[in-house]
């Protein structure tokens, strides 16, 4: 049989960069319910609703004017009770003095000494009113516990509020935040190599997709992965973080979560239409002098026109790119006309 004209194609290294890409969804690393501690009726409220709210800024006012009365009168009491301990300790010291030279019965001191026990104890119990009282007061006003975006008020000024069950606002984090993906459980040995490599620190490995299709300016780095595999679905939950400077991210915000894939890099890549399939396993022809030998290869990620290959070839090799219908294992080839210079030790015909 007459050399089968073939186009030839040089195997050689290329920089690779594909991004898996997993629906995402935006959500606070911190997210709360705001709820008084106390009850009473609210008596101001402090911020733009749905703005940015530094940590510690005063958002509700609950009517502390009975926190009030009730924290000057444990004040009191603490002095009432610091002026009995200190008339209880002088008469015990005086009674000490007078039992020495047996001027007083024993009796005496010993009950001296017990109304000085009393006194302290009075003492300690004042205070701890006091320190209770004083934590109303501060409750009576309700600030941000952290910096983030205040939601809508629940409650309007003069409504009445029940200690620890009427909801006031809520209150998230909107910088950094994050974005959760559900990863299949077969890609944990990725994440944690990225974890483990450092990839926690942002770089380009970490991307986002607006809704819009627009691409989100900054990059992200690996937050967490989840305790443990949905076993219904067989994922895991992995949290990236965000940089979200100029809230441009809402929290609940669906968007495309982009992860450079794992054959990203340096890799042998050869045209998608050379590698051809039989009994599900894939073969090439590498060209020698003037024949062809079918090689087992193993693929890697399609690139639409082009394809990786991880195994079976050496950057080097010559393949047969066009022309594969009419050669077979040890057939004899030579350059199509207008072939080009891809070929390598090749003989023409």
Do not use: C, W
């Not at 049989?1 to 194609?9: C, D, F, G, K």
């Not at 952290?146 to 409650?155: D, E, K, P, R, Y």
């Amino acid at each position: 049989m007459p050399p089968v004209p073939v186009t030839p194609y040089a195997v050689q290294k290329k920089q690779v960069t594909y991004y898996d890409v997993y629906p995402a969804r935006v959500t606070a690393l911190q997210d709360i319910l705001l709820k008084s501690e106390v009850s009473g009726y609210v008596t101001g409220i402090y911020f733009k609703e749905g703005s940015h709210v530094e940590k510690g800024k005063r958002l509700y006012e609950i009517d502390k004017r009975k926190y009030q009365a009730a924290y000057d009168q444990a004040q009191a009491s603490v002095e009432i009770a610091r002026a009995n301990l200190d008339k209880a300790q002088r008469d015990y010291n005086r009674y000490q003095e007078l039992a020495q030279r047996n001027a007083i019965a024993r009796q005496t001191l010993e009950d001296s000494k017990t109304n000085l026990e009393n006194a302290k104890t009075q003492l300690k119990a004042a205070k701890a009113e006091l320190s209770r009282t004083e934590t109303d007061l501060q409750y009576a006003r309700v600030d941000a516990p952290f910096s983030g975006v205040i939601g809508f008020s629940a409650v309007k000024e003069a409504a009445y509020v029940v200690a620890g069950q009427t909801v006031l606002n809520g209150l998230s984090s909107d910088d950094p935040v994050g974005v959760d993906i559900q990863a299949d459980a077969s890609m944990l040995p990725y994440f944690r190599e990225l974890e483990k490599e450092g990839h926690k620190s942002a770089d380009s490995t970490f991307l986002l997709v607006m809704d819009d299709g627009s691409a989100y300016p900054k990059t992200g780095q690996l937050g967490s992965i989840d305790r443990s595999v949905d076993p219904s679905m067989g994922t895991i939950r992995i949290r990236l973080i965000f940089p979200n400077h100029e809230s441009l991210l809402k929290t609940g915000m669906t968007v495309r979560a982009k992860v450079l894939n794992r054959q990203s890099g340096s890799q042998l890549v050869v045209p998608t239409k050379a590698i051809q399939e039989q009994m599900s396993e894939y073969f090439v022809y590498r060209i020698g002098a003037d024949t062809v030998k079918q090689v087992r290869v193993t693929p890697g990620l399609n690139l639409g026109m082009n394809t990786v290959v991880l195994s079976g070839i050496s950057a080097g090799d010559t393949i047969v790119a066009e022309g594969l219908k009419k050669i077979s294992n040890g057939s004899k080839v030579r350059i199509a006309p207008g072939a080009g210079d891809g070929r390598k030790n090749m003989k023409k015909d």
